[in-house]
């Protein structure tokens, strides 16, 4: 069967938050430390946070044989989209469910006419490949004071 990316529904909220916690200690602990994993799961990751971007339409998730198996949170920033969140959980990486997910992120964008932007974690360099692959270019941080790193994937310059 397929992997088939839609947007996710209430009944996914534990499955959406189980792909952080089990995507957060490997991707952030080695270089952040437990502190800051458990100090992101319980900020970005908990219930509320998490059901409010479902409940706003703001999460696709990648399904593979019914099991959610990553998930993307795209949300407006300005004129453009922002993917906030990209995971997809370790047992089921290197399949091309990442792949899925930004072609989703990127239809999103399209739809709303404006760029796709996201940010990542400077400790994270693995995920700048990834995205370069799919078309991202360096930008600007769209507010001073952060840490992260910016890209850009603008719709009119790049192919899907």
């Not at 502190?35 to 059901?51: C, K, M, P, S, T």
């Amino acid at each position: 069967m397929p992997v088939i990316v839609r947007p996710a529904n209430p009944d996914d909220l534990a499955a959406v938050r189980l792909i952080g916690i089990l995507s957060w200690p490997p991707t952030y602990g080695p270089a952040r430390g437990a502190e800051h994993v458990v100090a992101g799961l319980d900020r970005y990751w908990n219930e509320e946070v998490i059901g409010s971007a479902i409940s706003e339409g703001r999460i696709d998730v990648a399904s593979d044989e019914g099991d959610v198996a990553g998930m993307a949170e795209v949300d407006r920033l300005g004129s453009d989209l922002v993917l906030w969140k990209l995971y997809v959980a370790p047992d089921h990486q290197h399949r091309g469910i990442g792949r899925l997910l930004i072609a989703s992120a990127k239809a999103r964008a399209r739809a709303n006419g404006g760029d796709l932007v996201t940010e990542y974690d400077v400790s994270n360099p693995t995920v700048r490949g990834f995205y370069l692959r799919e078309g991202f270019t360096d930008d600007v941080a769209p507010w001073p004071g952060t840490d992260a790193v910016w890209m850009r994937w603008a719709p009119r310059s790049t192919p899907a």
